[in-house]
């Protein structure tokens, strides 16, 4: 009987629960594992020298059974946010970055890219990048998870690789035709990276005659 109360009635067309995986390029769900659920998923980018960056890109898809929306409202680093940076692209047209809360429709996707670009040395970093949604169990193992995709990071920092050759000439001298066996001299190269970096220095010989 209160006249300044209005009521209204409130429905929605939404069935189901939004339901995060990451997919490979034929959509083939990589995480979470079906067989081992409540398994995590892991980025290596191994060495990178400091001062360089890598980065690696995984999709996001919404893979519902229903059609329930897939929100994502955050993606960021909470360990080692001076090593790893991460932001959200758009599928599209895989240039765009877009800013949360990202909105994505049944079978929708996003691209997540982490920048790996170490300051200093350090022979470990792991990291953590965290993934905040809408689905009330990321990774499928039944407990629950507010929401929350952790993906671990980890990679090396260390110094690139640098060469040091023994020599930069060689002299044979005056050789005699068929001499037997054929005179031979030596080279030695070595990889002047920080040992403890495991830094590896590719080589390639090749003659000019």
């Known amino acids: 009987a209160d006249p300044s109360l209005l009521e209204a009635v409130l429905k929605t067309s939404f069935k189901g629960s939004p339901d995060l995986a990451i997919v490979d390029d034929t959509d083939k769900v990589l995480w979470p594992d079906a067989a081992n659920p409540g398994g995590t998923y892991e980025l290596d980018f191994k060495q990178v020298g400091v001062g360089q960056t890598r980065t690696i890109a995984f999709t996001v898809m919404n893979v519902t059974i229903g059609n329930a929306p897939l929100a994502i409202t955050g993606a960021a680093v909470s360990i080692a946010p001076t090593y790893y940076t991460a932001k959200l692209i758009q599928f599209a047209d895989k240039t765009t970055e877009l800013t949360p809360p990202v909105y994505l429709n049944p079978a929708g996707k996003v691209i997540v890219s982490i920048t790996f670009a170490p300051p200093t040395k350090n022979n470990s970093v792991p990291g953590t990048l965290e993934i905040t949604t809408n689905d009330p ?12 995709a952790i993906i671990s990071l980890k990679g090396v920092a260390g110094f690139p690789p640098g060469i040091s050759v023994s020599s930069n000439a060689l002299d044979f001298g005056e050789v005699q035709l068929g001499t037997a066996p054929a005179p031979s001299k030596t080279v030695t190269v070595t990889n002047t990276a920080d040992q403890t970096s495991g830094f590896p220095l590719n080589v390639t010989v090749s003659l000019a005659l």
């Open 137 to 148: 169990d990321v990774d499928n193992s039944g407990a629950g998870d507010n929401g929350r």
